[in-house]
């Protein structure tokens, strides 16, 4: 069974560094086709993607958040790390990761994020 | 940035009766493969979104058949042929076309009336 879990603080001070982890289950962070993506929804809004990261390394970020965000893996915890610097009261979201498919031309290999986390909320005050 | 664009905002339905969501991103999803890159996510209320629909019209696992995605290009749609109750919720779409940045939609809330 597959399963991702998130982690992180309940309470952060604006400008202060946040840091999230994502542990993961039933599957590896070594296999070449699939990754994780984090992604974000502040209360009573959309969803919003906000970084993903692969077996090879290989990260993407959302443009407005770059400079802010860094993503990492450890393969040995099997976990995916997201660090956001500076963080303010904007970013009080519930933060969620979920299992994400690795770019690919075969079609055949994609699936959708077909494996969500039950999301961990965090409040910047 | 691809741009997704969900209507209607809010989608009051009838149990028993047919409901219909459309999205439409700002370029068009085919891939060189011919394929779609388009997935549909239901949120329903205080759970994590799941997967319903990906590549525009693949039902994911253990989705019900009520449920379909369909259209090509830039214009997509989801039906739910019968709604039930616990079909309640709110319904994204989400580009995966540009894979250094994926987007969603606004957003569906679709509600019994």
Redo the contacts between chains.
Sequence with gaps: QVTLKESGPVLVKPTETLTLTCTVSGFSLDNARMGVSWIRQPPGKALEWLAHIFSNDAESYTPSLKSRLTISRDTSKSQVVLTMTNVAPVDTATYYCARTPRPTPLASLYFGMDVWGQGTTVTVS | ?IVMTQSPLSLPVTLGEPASISCRSSQSLQ?????N?L?W?L?RPGQ????L???GSNR??GVPDRFSGSGSGTDFTLKISRVEAEDVGVY?C?Q?LQ?????????TKVEIK
């Design positions: 940035d891939h060189t493969n011919g394929f890159y997935d996510y949120q994590s979104p799941q997967l629909v990906y590549l994911a696992s994204y989400m995966a894979t250094s940045l994926l987007t969603f939609g606004g957003g």
